[in-house]
């Protein structure tokens, strides 16, 4: 990985958004505002991949629409959105561009754990913050260490302030981010969460991201040396962890509704692919879409995609129920369900996006199309964890009764 | 009553069927801590759930025909998959007792749920 590669900005990274966000009020509210903005993000979502040019406009557009903020509970003045609408929400915005999907992923996971870990008047601060526009990105990941879990980047208290030191990657969100939430881990190895301003003396992020998939979200460097916050700023994150709570199944279940995103873009794709596809000189027919063979194909992406999109509802609900009521049983009944839905919404994102091609032919495969983009994108975002292991933490609850162990990655 | 619910239970429930009884026989073997097998039980859950949850999508009176389909599809997935795994996890069969009633054929069937994807066309 190198450093030295910079992108072409055309925004200017702000500790403050450029304007007020929109306030969204409802569930039906928010799923209409992210159908808009999706019709928006899909026609150019092709060449800003291609490119490699950075969503600026499109994330203001998309932080400004309040959709980041839907959320902020009710008690805080946001719409409080169940996660059947928060997923569906990302899945509409993942279809028309999975990058842009993604970009708000560690919001609002950092979101959640605010109101788990957060004081009171935290609470006020940054929910208030949330609504005004303010993108949280986050620095939580670390290429260098044993283990995703084991961290190196340390906070140290010092009186009235927290002094952070270390060095992230996969830093999603980040580089556009009005906010940079950092965890570090204190003298005890327990993780806190710091809300560090984008412009803090010490932080900086390198966009130095150059995986083939989810080209635009810049999931790069952050350098955290000697960043000063007062205690004020910080929240126990580790907490989340000490007691059963939904933060595990939080996180899991927007990373599966991307992928669930991904998904719907390639099956629509497919179709239209297929739709415009020559005969093939042995099948007989007159048109490529009368090909019974695609058409089969067709037929078992839609049920596989179906499936997909009912058990990630299902898992949803799964959530609302270990939000609302955070026992052992409904955590681990969450993380459980939300697994199968990380299982089938990955094997469908990468079935649809690699058939799209087969189905569509060798004409499909022109650069200028970009139509590989959903296969990069379904197999890079696909790794945020591996997949192998979900179906193992299913078959371990079924076969031998132990529960998924909790951590945000379950 | 559509044709294909006189099939679709009868898989779901031999999947349901063959995954106790694989879970019945797994937990006094060794096998059950061994990582592969564990996984292989998660895969045959999440095939039998994934059915169950599109087989409550056409519960209602007025299910459209392709939501049939992709349930009957989804569970005839899981059924397959239970009998692999119960023959390779035991050595042994489990018998599987077929509807005798007349069903258009899974493989028309994914035909036909394409060519209403693809074309519109209506599913007889």
């Given at each position: ?294 058409q089969?194909?067709?037929g ?111 | ?110 035909r036909q749920l394409g060519d209403y994807y693809l074309n519109?066309v209506?599913?007889?």
């Open positions: 990985m190198t450093d030295n590669i910079v992108s072409t900005l055309s925004g200017q990274p702000s500790p403050v958004p450029r304007h007020r966000a929109r306030i969204i009020d409802s569930d039906a509210q928010a799923i209409a505002v992210a159908q808009q903005l999706a019709a928006d993000f899909a026609r150019e979502a092709g060449e800003r991949d291609l490119e490699r040019r950075l969503p600026w406009e499109e994330l203001d557009r998309f932080s400004e629409s309040g959709l980041w903020a839907i959320t902020v509970p009710k008690a805080y003045g946001g719409a409080g959105v169940s996660f059947v609408t928060l997923s569906e929400v990302v899945a509409i915005i993942s279809a028309a561009d999975s990058s842009l999907g993604q970009l708000p992923q560690n919001h609002f996971g950092v979101l959640n754990n605010l109101l788990l870990t957060g004081s009171e008047e935290q609470k006020q601060r940054y929910f208030s913050k949330a609504l005004e526009g303010y993108r949280f990105g986050n620095a939580f990941s670390e290429a260098g260490s044993k283990t995703v879990a084991a961290f190196e980047t340390q906070i140290r208290f010092d009186g009235d302030s927290a002094v952070i030191n270390g060095e992230k990657f996969y830093c999603t969100g980040a580089l556009f981010a009005h906010i940079v939430p950092v965890v570090g881990v204190d003298e005890q190895n327990r993780p806190f969460i710091a809300f560090v301003p984008r412009n803090a003396k010490g932080l900086s992020i390198v966009d130095n991201w150059d995986g083939f998939g989810q080209r635009t979200t810049a999931s790069g460097k952050a350098l955290i040396e000697g960043v000063r916050v007062p205690v004020s700023d910080v929240i126990p994150a580790w907490k989340a962890y000490d007691q059963p709570t939904a933060d595990g199944p939080v996180s899991q279940i927007i990373q599966a509704a991307v992928d669930t995103g991904i998904a719907r873009g390639a099956f629509a794709e497919a179709l239209r692919v297929t739709r415009a596809a020559r005969p093939w000189l042995d099948s007989g027919v007159e048109h490529g879409w009368q090909d019974p063979l695609s089969a194909a067709i078992d992406l839609a049920w596989s995609l179906q499936a997909a999109e009912a058990i990630l509802e299902k898992s949803a609900h799964a959530v609302d129920r270990a939000l609302a009521e955070p026992s052992e049983d409904n955590v681990a009944q969450a993380s459980v369900i939300v697994g199968q839905a990380k299982v089938l919404s990955t094997e469908i994102a990468l079935l649809a996006s690699s058939k799209l091609l087969e189905l569509g032919g060798t004409r499909t495969v022109s650069a200028r199309y970009n139509l590989d983009r959903y296969w990069r994108n379904a197999r890079t975002h696909t790794l945020h964890d591996p997949v192998r292991w979900k179906y193992h933490l299913v078959g371990n609850q079924v076969l031998n009764g132990i529960k998924p162990q909790r951590h945000t990655w379950n | 009553m559509p044709k294909t619910h006189s099939h679709l239970q009868p898989d779901l429930t031999y999947a349901r069927k063959a995954l106790a009884a694989l879970v019945a026989y797994l937990r006094v073997q060794p096998a059950k801590d061994d990582a592969l097998v564990i996984a292989s039980i998660g895969d045959l859950q999440i095939r039998i759930d994934a059915a169950d949850a599109l087989a409550q999508r056409i519960s209602g009176e007025n299910a459209p025909a392709h939501a049939i389909i992709e349930a009957r599809l989804a569970a005839a997935h899981a059924a397959r998959l239970a009998s692999t795994l119960h023959g390779e996890l035991t050595g042994s069969d489990l018998p599987r007792q077929l509807s005798t009633e007349p069903e258009t054929p899974l493989l028309t069937q994914r519109g209506a599913i007889a």
